[in-house]
Each structure stands twice: as C-alpha cells, then as structure tokens.
C-alpha cells in the first residue's frame, strides 16, 4: 500500500516563503513522477508542479513560475515544493500525488496517489 505524507504547510506574510515535504511510504518511489496541486474552497483543484524521474522533466502552472521550485529525493523518498515571494492568491490547501513516470505530469487523472493535503496562507 501506497501512502503519501505530506508536511510543512502554514501561514506566511505575502512576500514570504514556506517549504512543503511530500514523503512517499511503500512502493518504489524512483518510478513515480510527482505532482503538486491545490484547492480552494469552492473551486476546482489546480495543478502547481510536477517533477518526473530527473529534473530533465519539469512543468510548472504559470501563476508560479519563478517563484516555486519543486525538487525530489530519491534516497529519501521525498519530493519538495518550495514556495517563494507567496502571494495572497496562493493561499489554498496544498496536495501532492504519485503517477507513472517517467515524464512529469499535469493533469489529475495521470496521478494515483494523492496526499491528505496541508493547508498555506499567505496573509497581508
């Protein structure tokens, strides 16, 4: 079984920066591309990032573009969104996924997995 734990989230000042932690248990992490996405209430869920099998294979949404980095470690079974110069529109809950690789991904059906989603704000 397959479970994806996420960490990290909070709240911020807009202009600040938080880093969020997804860590894969079970399964064999190195063949997943991973994705992050996120919600309000009230409306569908977007994609934000994805990350596939090298960082030869990276997509991110244009509303964060330059200011999220989103990264992997393999030996730790972990992949990372880090979150600079948040914006008040950012503030959402945060889920990461797992899907078949090696390509990143970015729509919602191409992920299996799906983390319990971790909430961040970006206050003013």
């Known amino acids: 079984q397959v479970q994806l734990v996420e960490s990290g989230g909070g709240s911020v000042q807009a202009g600040g920066s938080l880093k969020l932690s997804c860590t894969v248990n079970?399964?064999?992490?190195?063949?997943?591309?991973m994705g992050w996405f996120r919600q309000t209430p009230g409306k569908v869920r977007e994609f934000v990032a994805s990350?596939?099998?090298?960082?030869?294979?990276?997509i991110y949404a244009d509303s964060v573009k330059g200011r999220f980095t989103v990264s992997r470690d393999n030996a730790k079974k972990t992949s990372v969104l880090n979150m600079d110069n948040l914006k008040l529109e950012d503030t959402a809950v945060y889920y990461c996924?797992?899907?078949?690789?090696?390509?990143?991904?970015?729509?919602?059906?191409?992920?299996?997995?799906w983390g319990q989603g971790t909430q961040v704000t970006a206050s003013s």
């Open positions: 996924a797992g899907g078949a690789g090696p390509a990143a991904r970015q729509r919602e059906e191409d992920f299996v997995f």
């Open positions: 079970g399964g064999t992490f190195s063949t997943y591309t």
């Open positions: 990350i596939g099998w090298t960082t030869n294979w990276l």
